[in-house]
């Protein structure tokens, strides 16, 4: 699915083109969503990694807090005052108004079943669940006014529905009733038509949010192309913005994408060299001290940081050459062969993080929301190749494995991928050139 360029598209024409969009009665809400939202169905107490087992933070909204203050059945009500307590943080809000305390082995919440289901639910039903319990793994956004939502590759079941599917991820707009399911009081927003973007590439944001994802999809390159070009794209449009030349972002476009479209980038991509030894130092450097000192242990991710640093080689007294050896190995005998079958997959996650996020308008420029997502990028391909010599090839079982629970330990963690964004920064690596070496295969 590549996004043909055209003056001044919406979002209505992009979609509409494809046959997704629908004339909706007015009554009802619109959401723009990935196709496989629909089939999305939590299957609970089955469920390999259950998401009220793990150590993190379960907040609850005010509204739902005051529900619990009411409740009359005095066996629940005697658990809510012992966990439900108010949350006194710098951050707090009426969307962290309180929080659950956890119990002490292992984090797990308080609500959880033996049978690994939830009690607060089953005595008072999921109407009386707080935002975070009945929304997740769903994630919201607005855009001009528009609901948007996609799920979070942390939750098993979606990591198997989005990732599994060879034709890629495709989008449709969808009508929800008000008892269909819970939509967060505040989600987070932008509005292109306010002043404050008048200068800013943002005000071309669906052109350029569009044309990412196209990017990501393209499979006339190869995924490592796809971010090369992703990359290049980032860095005009910042330029374009310190020059003051917003308004010549749409022209640029259509110029940009002739040449990706027509396949001419294809052979200078082709020609772009690897260099295994830097790629591998800086992806090491990526994960090394920070990951073991700033993120929650996850048993499943830590298993998977094991496997890589066995399939590496990584021990104290192991040469670097050897280590290198061993990554050049792994990937010409088995990531290679993985993913000229299934690039697939690493597609489909890059493109439900990027419309999840609003790529590339989640962070101050799109120069460095393209930065973070090289740090996944990187982060995940070292995984992959450790992982890989570890098991000796990868399967579907493994790959998943490891980015499920990436995404619930890396990406939920919201100050690691900023932290190695200003690590980045400031070893002065943010250039396109580091990237493309982070990034190519």
Not at 90 to 116: H, I, N, P
Not at 320 to 338: F, G, P, Q, T, W
Not at 344 to 364: A, D, I, K, Q
Request: include cysteine; charged fraction near 25%; charge should be neutral.
């Amino acid at each position: 699915m590549v996004f043909q360029y055209k003056r001044q598209p919406t979002h209505t024409d992009y979609f509409s083109e494809r046959g997704l969009l629908k004339a909706m009665p007015k009554k009802k809400k619109e959401i723009l969503q990935p196709e496989y939202m629909s089939r999305f169905i939590c299957i609970g107490g089955a469920c390999e990694d259950n998401c009220c087992a793990d150590p993190w933070n379960i907040f609850v909204d005010k509204k739902t807090f005051l529900k619990y203050r009411d409740v009359k059945d005095q066996e629940i009500k005697a658990v809510l005052d012992k966990v439900v307590k108010r949350y006194r943080g710098k951050d707090a809000s009426d969307m962290q108004y309180a929080s659950f305390r956890l119990r002490r082995e292992g984090g797990v919440c308080a609500f959880l079943t033996q049978e690994q289901t939830c009690y607060l639910q089953a005595k008072l039903g999921y109407e009386n669940l707080c935002d975070v319990c009945a929304i997740y793994p769903r994630q919201y956004k607005i855009a001009d006014k528009k609901l948007e939502r996609a799920a979070t590759m942390s939750c098993p079941e979606v990591v198997r529905m989005a990732l599994d599917n060879p034709e890629g991820i495709a989008f449709e707009t969808i009508e929800e009733g008000p008892t269909t399911g819970r939509i967060p009081a505040r989600a987070p927003s932008i509005d292109t038509k306010n002043t404050k973007f008048a200068a800013k590439p943002a005000k071309w944001f669906w052109e350029i949010r569009l044309y990412c994802l196209s990017i990501l999809q393209n499979r006339l390159y190869t995924l490592s192309q796809r971010f090369i070009i992703l990359g290049m794209l980032c860095q005009k449009l910042d330029e374009y913005e310190r020059e003051g030349r917003v308004e010549e972002i749409p022209a640029m476009l259509g110029l940009f994408g002739a040449g990706v479209e027509d396949g001419s980038l294809k052979p200078e991509l082709d020609a772009v060299p690897g260099n295994f030894q830097i790629q591998l130092k800086f992806a090491k450097e990526l994960t090394d001290n920070r990951l073991r000192s700033e993120l929650v242990a996850s048993r499943i991710y830590m298993e998977c940081v094991k496997e890589t640093l066995a399939g590496l080689n990584f021990f104290v007294d192991t040469p670097a050459a050897d280590i290198l050896e061993k990554y050049v190995s792994n990937r010409d005998d088995y990531v290679s062969a993985y993913l000229k079958e299934k690039e697939y997959v690493l597609e489909n996650f890059f493109v439900n993080e990027s419309f999840m996020n609003m790529m590339p308008f989640n962070t101050n420029t799109c120069w460095e929301s393209y930065l973070h997502m090289c740090v996944l990028y990187g982060m995940l391909k070292l995984h992959l190749n450790g992982m890989a010599g570890h098991h000796k090839g990868l399967t579907d079982e493994v790959v998943f494995r490891l980015i499920q629970s990436f995404a619930k330990v890396v990406i939920h963690n919201k100050n690691f991928i900023p932290n190695m964004v200003k690590l980045i920064k400031e070893s002065e690596f943010d250039t396109l050139a580091w990237m493309t070496i982070l990034v190519n295969d």
